[in-house]
C-alpha cells in the first residue's frame, strides 16, 4: 500500500509553479528596460514559459510512470534551480529566454506529478475535497508572488527576483528529498504514448475540460501579463502593483471556500464550472467597460471586477482537475502527462496572442464567453 504523501508538502510543491510565475511578472517592466525591448516582447516571456512548461509537463508525467513520481520530482526541481541560475548570468535577452525554458521545463513537475500523486493517494469524493483545499491554496499563491516579486524587483531588480527563484527551489528540492515518498501504484500499465493521446483526444470530455482549464488560466495570466504595464502606464509603482495581489489572493481564497461549502451542499461539478463561467463573464464585462474610453476609467477600478475572475478560477479549477482524469487511473502519471501539455499548449498560445491583442477587459471577456458556452454543452453532455 502506497504512502500518501504530507498534505502541507503536496501544497507547496502545486503551489510552487504559480508562486513562481507571479513572482516573476513585476520585474517585466525592469526586464523591458534592462534588455531594451519592446513591452511586447518582456510579455511574451510568458508565453514561452507556459509553451516550455506544457512540454515540461508531457516529459516529466510520461517519466513519472517509468522511473517514478518521487524521483521525476527531484529530478525537474534540480532542472528548475539550473534554469533559474542560467537566468541570474545571463546578458542577453535570447539567452534569458533560454533560460525561461529550461527553468519552465523543470517547474513543470510541481503541477504535473503532485497531480498524479493525489490521484495515486484517493480517489472520489475524498480527491475533490483534497483539490479542494490545494485550490484554497492558491489564494495565498499570488499575495506571495505579487508581494515579494514587487519587493524584489523595486529594490534589487529582476536579479533579485532570479536569486529567490533559485533559493526556493533548493529548499523545496531539500523537502523533497527528505518527506515525499513514492506513490506510484504497483498495478500502474504502461501504453503507448500514441496510443494514449489517439484515446483522450477521441474522448469529448477530455477535449471540454482541457479547454476549460486553459481558458480559466488564460484569464488568470492574463493579468499578470498585461497588468504590470497598466500599472506602470498610470505612474503607479511595482510595489501598488504587489499590493493588488492582496485582493487577488482573498478572491481566489474565497472562490476555494465557496466551492468547499457548495461541495459540501451536495452541488455537482458541472453546476459549479457553470456557476463559476458566469461569475467570470459579469467580471470580465466590468473589465471592458473600465477600460473602454466611453466610460473613461482606465485606472486601478477595474481590479473590482478582476475580483470575480479569481473566484470564479477557485470555484472551476478543482472541479475540473479533480474529475478530468477519473478514467486514466491505471496510467495516471502519462494521462496527466498529455492532459497537461494539451492545456498548457493552449495557454501558451493564448498568451502569445493577448500579448498581441494588449486589452485585459477584452481577453478576459471572450475566454469567460467561451468558458460559459462550453459548460453548458459540458452539464448537459453529463
Known amino acids: 500500500m502506497n504512502i500518501k504523501p504530507p498534505l502541507w508538502l503536496a501544497v507547496l510543491l502545486m503551489m510552487f509553479p504559480q508562486i513562481m510565475e507571479t513572482i516573476y511578472s513585476p520585474a517585466l517592466p525592469d526586464i523591458a528596460e534592462h534588455f531594451a525591448v519592446?513591452?511586447?516582447?518582456?510579455?511574451?516571456?510568458?508565453?514561452?514559459?507556459?509553451?516550455?512548461?506544457?512540454?515540461?509537463?508531457?516529459?516529466?508525467?510520461?517519466?513519472a510512470d517509468v522511473i517514478g513520481r518521487r524521483k521525476a520530482m527531484l529530478a525537474g526541481l534540480v532542472c528548475y534551480?539550473?534554469?533559474?541560475?542560467?537566468?541570474?548570468?545571463?546578458?542577453d535577452f535570447s539567452l534569458?529566454?533560454?533560460?525561461r525554458v529550461l527553468s519552465a521545463f523543470g517547474a513543470a513537475v510541481g503541477s504535473v506529478i503532485t497531480q498524479t500523486m493525489m490521484r495515486d493517494s484517493y480517489s472520489g469524493e475524498e480527491l475533490a475535497k483534497v483539490f479542494s483545499v490545494m485550490g484554497m491554496s492558491f489564494g495565498i499563491s499570488p499575495v506571495i508572488g505579487l508581494l515579494l516579486g514587487s519587493v524584489l524587483s523595486a529594490f534589487w531588480g529582476y536579479q533579485g527576483v532570479f536569486v529567490v527563484l533559485m533559493s526556493s527551489a533548493i529548499v523545496l528540492l531539500f523537502l523533497s528529498v527528505k518527506s515525499l515518498p513514492e506513490t506510484?501504484?504497483?498495478?500502474?500499465?504502461?501504453?503507448?504514448i500514441g496510443e494514449l493521446a489517439i484515446k483522450m483526444l477521441s474522448d469529448r470530455g477530455i477535449i471540454k475540460n482541457t479547454l476549460l482549464v486553459a481558458a480559466f488560466n488564460l484569464m488568470w495570466f492574463s493579468y499578470f501579463s498585461l497588468a504590470p504595464f497598466m500599472?506602470?502606464?498610470?505612474g503607479l509603482s511595482t510595489l501598488i502593483f504587489g499590493m493588488s495581489g492582496l485582493l487577488l489572493g482573498f478572491g481566489a481564497f474565497l472562490g476555494s471556500y465557496f466551492n468547499q461549502v457548495l461541495l459540501g451542499r451536495c452541488c455537482t461539478s458541472p453546476r459549479l464550472i457553470r456557476l463559476a463561467s458566469s461569475i467570470a463573464l459579469v467580471g470580465g464585462v466590468g473589465i471592458w467597460l473600465l477600460q473602454s474610453t466611453f466610460i473613461g476609467l482606465n485606472n486601478v477600478y477595474f481590479l473590482a471586477p478582476m475580483l470575480l475572475i479569481v473566484i470564479a478560477?477557485?470555484?472551476?479549477?478543482?472541479?475540473?482537475?479533480?474529475?478530468?482524469?477519473?478514467?486514466?487511473?491505471?496510467?495516471?502519471?502519462?494521462?496527466?502527462a498529455l492532459f497537461g501539455l494539451f492545456y498548457y499548449i493552449l495557454l501558451g498560445?493564448?498568451?502569445?496572442?493577448?500579448?498581441?491583442?494588449?486589452?485585459?477587459?477584452?481577453?478576459?471577456?471572450l475566454a469567460a464567453l467561451f468558458c460559459t458556452v462550453l459548460s453548458m454543452s459540458r452539464a448537459r453532455g453529463e
Open 184 to 192: 506510484k501504484p504497483a498495478h500502474t500499465q504502461t501504453i503507448a
Open 38 to 63: 519592446p513591452i511586447s516582447a518582456a510579455a511574451q516571456t510568458l508565453s514561452v514559459y507556459f509553451v516550455a512548461f506544457a512540454i515540461g509537463v508531457f516529459c516529466w508525467g510520461r517519466l
Open 313 to 336: 478560477y477557485g470555484i472551476a479549477i478543482p472541479n475540473i482537475l479533480s474529475s478530468a482524469l477519473a478514467g486514466y487511473r491505471t496510467y495516471a502519471g502519462s494521462a496527466g
Open 81 to 91: 534551480a539550473i534554469g533559474s541560475a542560467f537566468a541570474l548570468l545571463v546578458s
Open 349 to 365: 498560445a493564448g498568451l502569445g496572442v493577448v500579448g498581441l491583442i494588449n486589452h485585459l477587459g477584452g481577453v478576459i471577456t
Open 231 to 234: 500599472f506602470e502606464a498610470q
Open 96 to 99: 534569458l529566454l533560454m533560460a
